[in-house]
């Protein structure tokens, strides 16, 4: 049995669609409201209602798993490792950030980092995906942009590889379902640095319209975010998003066409997928 947890996420989505479509039997996805799975998942795909933050509620959810995908940070990481390892879940396939190796002084970071240090200590076998920013970050700009408003951004020409959740999804496939993934680490970017001026262009493009865009100051950034974030955490999004880049977040990695034998996904392709989150 594979559990995915976050089953109606970015990721979560396109990899219960891919396990399915691949043959991957018994599947299981995992979310809070049940109820809403049985239109979310494909036909077939057990769902289960469970709140990874309230660990007591995993252990039916657990029951018969051996391969477990696990988005970091929904729950206590270290109480549902635990409760993984005691149900003999031999496998661990973890979402934590490149930022684990970009940033590693940010407070999410930290986390992610303890996170991947736990599962490793934890005698199950692992495989640890380090995405950087999703093109699904954008989303945020659909209230905007379905309004005809400027999109209000800072750093609108600084470009970074924004990586596609369906390559994330593609490479756990592979990590659940194939030998030769355990005990890796994949650093996961899009196949090209993109800017924010750049994404705004097209979504437009997939929208038959213009998108426009109005660049912002940080601090007037950081005074929207916070409201939603808080204050640390907003500053934490401002730096990933171009306060405080390095070369290291900048870089376009290989692994996605090197472990699925097809291109990164390019953000244009993300944007025609989900035009329709942005109109009215
Ligand atoms: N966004 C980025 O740029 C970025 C970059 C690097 C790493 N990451 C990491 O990627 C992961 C996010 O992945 P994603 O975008 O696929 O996730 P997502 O779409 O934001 O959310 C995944 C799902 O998690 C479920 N969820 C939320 N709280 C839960 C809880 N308490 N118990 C059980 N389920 C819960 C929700 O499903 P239900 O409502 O159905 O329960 C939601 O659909 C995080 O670990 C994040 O740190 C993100």
């Keep these: 049995m594979i559990l995915v947890t976050g089953a109606t ?15 991957a039997r018994p599947l299981r996805g995992l979310t809070r409201d049940a109820g ?18 309230r660990t007591d509620s995993l252990k039916p959810a657990l029951d018969g798993v051996r391969a477990l995908f696990l988005v ?9 490792l635990a409760a993984a390892r005691e149900a003999g879940v031999e496998h661990v396939v973890l979402v934590s950030s490149v ?27 692992w495989t640890i995906l380090r995405p950087t920013q999703f093109t699904s970050n954008t989303l945020w700009w659909a209230p905007a942009i379905r309004a005809h408003q400027p999109v209000r951004v800072p750093y609108a020409d600084i470009g970074l590889p924004a990586v596609h959740p369906s390559d994330i999804a593609s490479v756990a496939r592979l990590a659940l379902t194939e030998p030769g993934h355990q005990g890796q680490t994949y650093a996961l970017t899009g196949p090209a640095r993109i800017t924010p001026r750049e994404q705004a262009a097209a979504i437009g493009a997939a929208l038959g319209r213009d998108v426009p865009l109005a660049e912002i100051s940080r601090a007037e950034a950081h005074t929207g975010m916070a409201a939603f974030l808080g204050a640390e955490q907003a500053d934490a999004v401002l730096d990933l998003m171009g306060g405080d880049v390095n070369d290291a977040l900048r870089a376009v990695r290989d692994t996605v066409p090197r472990l699925t034998g097809a291109p990164a996904l390019p953000f244009h392709r993300w944007a025609t997928e989900h035009a329709d989150a942005f109109r009215p």
């Design 9 to 23: 996420g970015n990721i979560g989505t396109p990899l219960l669609s891919q396990l399915h479509r691949h043959g």
């Design 36 to 53: 809403r799975a049985a239109t979310a998942f494909p036909a077939g795909v057990e769902a289960v209602a469970a709140d990874l933050a």
């Design 72 to 80: 970091s940070r929904l729950g206590d990481d270290a109480a549902i």
């Design 99 to 125: 930022t684990v190796e970009t940033h590693p002084h940010l407070p999410a970071a930290v986390d992610n980092a303890t996170t991947e240090r736990l599962l490793k200590d934890s005698g199950m076998a």
